[in-house]
């Protein structure tokens, strides 16, 4: 059974940074593409950032380059997001996702809001 838990969101300034992390079990963690998503209130869900498998290859919405750093550490199954300068328009809910199996799997999510 996959499991994902996303911790790490928390109240912060603009300019601030926050590292959010996503706990993996139930499948072979380090093979699998890894993805952060975002939804804001009233808004779509929107891809981040991915942690692409085959090596150490990350891909970012174009507004987080430079900012963000999506991470893996296999041996505790765990996906990073090192955040830095964020903006108000980042706020959101995070979640971590993954495929497996044909079957696309988030987390509950963890809260992060950018506010002065």
């Known amino acids: 059974q996959v499991q994902l838990v996303e911790s790490g969101g928390d109240l912060v300034q603009p300019g601030e940074s926050l590292k959010l992390s996503c706990e993996a079990s139930g499948f072979d963690f380090k093979n699998y593409r890894m993805s952060w998503v975002r939804q804001a209130p009233g808004k779509e869900l929107e891809w981040v950032s991915s942690?692409?498998?085959?090596?150490?290859?990350?891909t970012y919405i174009d507004n987080a380059k430079g900012r963000f750093i999506t991470y893996k550490d296999n041996d505790k199954s765990t996906l990073y997001l090192q955040m830095n300068n964020l903006t108000p328009e980042e706020t959101a809910t995070y979640y971590c996702?993954?495929?497996?199996?044909?079957?696309?799997?988030r987390g509950p999510g963890t809260q992060v809001t950018v506010s002065s």
């Open positions: 996702r993954v495929n497996v199996l044909g079957k696309e799997e």
């Open positions: 942690f692409n498998t085959g090596g150490t290859s990350t």
